[in-house]
């Protein structure tokens, strides 16, 4: 399966790419992260800890900038994994993605991009998992049979909530199977802002919780400082509906 988290700049999409993956991955799944950020901080989510994650940044740097020796060139999409991807706790395996800007351009060991691998990676056997860059470019340039199913983050604001309609829009265009995640909820006010915009879209609800603020104030994977605080158990509720989805 080949799922990506989508939504507006600091809506939560890396707290629940690194989440869900962890989730998954606890429960029997072969994960791949992607991360698609320009600034990568899957690594801290997915619990990699400062270091492993300034491991990733150096990656991101030697595949942009690509490498001299026609040897050591990387050309298959696996390969590449093996190579420039860390290995988080419960097995998730994290790759970063650059080649935000040119999407289809070079070989693939200087520089691969989010669309190109969610494309081109086998999502049958392994759960294909991609934290997007923020706004809806990645979508757009997505054709249909590239993703399963995109988890569109929305936070109680009209900036975010407007984002994420226009994340849904570019999905179902694709026929790409969407579930919005009202995040950061904190009363029933802020449920219905979502809700009167998004309302028609299946929808899961993660509430504002304090426990993923402290995991990210301390660099730590919200799933290893409290794997029952409210916020991560929602998570992990998603991850279940994900598997049970018909794909
Ligand atoms: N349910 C939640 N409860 C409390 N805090 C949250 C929740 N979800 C996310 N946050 C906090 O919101 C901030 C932004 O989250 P995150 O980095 O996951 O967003 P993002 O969409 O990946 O941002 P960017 O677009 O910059 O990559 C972080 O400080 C995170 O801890
Ligand atoms: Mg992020």
Request: glycine share 10%; aromatic share 0%.
């Given at each position: 399966?080949?799922?990506?988290?989508?939504?507006?700049?600091?809506?939560?999409?890396?707290?629940?790419?690194?989440?869900?993956?962890?989730?998954?991955?606890?429960?029997?799944?072969?994960?791949?992260?992607?991360?698609?950020?320009?600034?990568?901080?899957?690594?801290?989510?997915?619990?990699?800890?400062?270091?492993?994650?300034?491991?990733?940044?150096?990656?991101?740097?030697?595949?942009?900038?690509?490498?001299?020796?026609?040897?050591?060139?990387?050309?298959?999409?696996?390969?590449?994994?093996?190579?420039?991807?860390?290995?988080?706790?419960?097995?998730?395996?994290?790759?970063?993605?650059?080649?935000?800007?040119?999407?289809?351009?070079?070989?693939?060991?200087?520089?691969?991009?989010?669309?190109?691998?969610?494309?081109?990676?086998?999502?049958?056997?392994?759960?294909?998992?991609?934290?997007?860059?923020?706004?809806?470019?990645?979508?757009?340039?997505?054709?249909?049979?590239?993703?399963?199913?995109?988890?569109?983050?929305?936070?109680?604001?009209?900036k975010s909530i407007e984002v994420a309609r226009r994340a849904v829009e570019a999905a179902m265009a694709r026929e790409i199977k969407v579930l919005v995640v009202?995040?950061?909820?904190?009363?029933?006010?802020?449920?219905?802002?979502?809700?009167?915009?998004?309302?028609?879209?299946?929808?899961?609800?993660?509430?504002d919780d304090p426990s993923i603020a402290r995991a990210d104030a301390e660099g730590l994977a919200p799933i290893d400082l409290d794997d029952e605080s409210p916020?991560?158990?929602?998570?992990?509720?998603?991850?279940?509906?994900?598997?049970?989805?018909?794909v």
């Amino acid at each position: 399966m080949k799922i990506a988290v989508s939504g507006k700049g600091g809506a939560g999409k890396t707290t629940i790419s690194g989440t869900l993956a962890r989730a998954l991955a606890r429960a029997g799944h072969d994960v791949t992260a992607i991360d698609a950020d320009v600034n990568p901080m899957l690594g801290i989510s997915l619990g990699l800890g400062m270091d492993g994650t300034d491991r990733l940044v150096g990656m991101r740097q030697e595949l942009s900038e690509g490498t001299s020796d026609d040897a050591v060139h990387e050309y298959t999409i696996d390969g590449l994994i093996e190579r420039f991807g860390e290995d988080a706790p419960d097995g998730v395996r994290v790759v970063v993605a650059s080649r935000v800007d040119m999407p289809d351009h070079g070989c693939l060991c200087c520089g691969v991009s989010a669309d190109r691998l969610l494309r081109e990676m086998a999502g049958d056997g392994r759960t294909v998992l991609g934290d997007l860059e923020a706004g809806i470019g990645v979508l757009t340039r997505m054709e249909p049979g590239s993703l399963d199913v995109v988890l569109v983050v929305a936070n109680p604001t009209p900036k975010s909530i407007e984002v994420a309609r226009r994340a849904v829009e570019a999905a179902m265009a694709r026929e790409i199977k969407v579930l919005v995640v009202a995040n950061r909820i904190a009363s029933e006010e802020d449920l219905e802002m979502i809700r009167e915009v998004l309302g028609e879209q299946d929808m899961a609800i993660i509430p504002d919780d304090p426990s993923i603020a402290r995991a990210d104030a301390e660099g730590l994977a919200p799933i290893d400082l409290d794997d029952e605080s409210p916020g991560v158990r929602a998570i992990v509720e998603i991850s279940r509906r994900l598997v049970a989805l018909p794909v």
